[in-house]
């Protein structure tokens, strides 16, 4: 598909359902936990990201705009039509922009702990690779299974890239008023990274979109609930 060979698996039966993970991740570390329950009333196509799990890079560049054209090219390739979209962090950054892009493609979607723009406090929490616990850098090599072992240093310094203003990630906010599809914006209130005042700006101007924050709850709220986002994001699919 274009220039990349994106990984997916496929599982249950039912209307579509696309789900995209966060950043330094695979779809299948992230969605197992929320499988058995999504599996009830979907067909789910777990999709790695470029660069990710399963997926290689040949451009050997990373953005979220790119990821964006990665989804749309996917979802017409697939021929799969009008889907419904579960996506966290990274993946709901870049379906900010695929419901703009594409807005015949998404019929709804939730988006779990996905931002606009990263604040000036949250620059602190991104570190440079040489700068890494043992810990962190064992989480990106075992970001993608494809690349080879030395592949973590670049995911890693992608990353900390997010900090720079430059960054696409950050976007002016009133484009999100372009996005047509019913929207369940996820949020914890303890999101180090991207505070709920974020998640309540994206609600006030996504033009159909609700709001769900979760008390006490860090970044990537489905990693510390991930049962209840899967029920909550059926619920909202019902009913749209």
Request: aromatic content about 12%.
């Amino acid at each position: 598909m274009g220039d990349v060979d994106l990984y997916f698996e496929k599982h249950g039966s039912g209307d579509p359902l696309i789900c995209l993970h966060n950043f330094s991740s695979n779809a299948r570390s992230r969605f197992y936990p929320l499988l058995p329950i999504l599996v009830e009333r979907f067909t789910c196509y777990l999709v790695d990201l470029r660069g990710h799990g399963r997926s290689n890079n040949p451009s050997e560049t990373w953005s979220h705009e790119q990821s964006s054209r990665d989804i749309i090219g996917l979802v017409a390739e697939l021929g799969i039509g009008p889907s419904r979209f579960l996506a966290t962090s990274s993946g709901g950054m870049t379906m900010l922009r695929v419901a703009r892009y594409a807005p015949k493609i998404v019929t709804s979607m939730v988006i779990d702990s996905a931002t606009y723009r990263v604040p000036l406090e949250a620059r602190r929490f991104y570190k440079s690779p040489d700068k890494l616990s043992e810990r962190l850098v064992d989480y990106y090599k075992a970001a993608n299974e494809v690349l080879g072992p030395g592949y973590w240093r670049f995911l890693a310094q992608t990353f900390y890239d997010f900090r720079l203003p430059e960054c696409d990630i950050n976007v002016p906010l009133e484009t999100l008023k372009e996005i047509e599809a019913p929207t369940l914006i996820i949020s914890g209130d303890r999101d180090d990274f991207f505070t709920v005042d974020i998640a309540i700006a994206m609600k006030e101007t996504i033009p159909n979109s609700e709001l769900l924050v979760f008390p006490n709850t860090k970044h990537i709220v489905m990693e510390f609930f991930p049962e209840m986002v899967a029920r909550r994001a059926i619920e909202f699919f019902d009913r749209h």
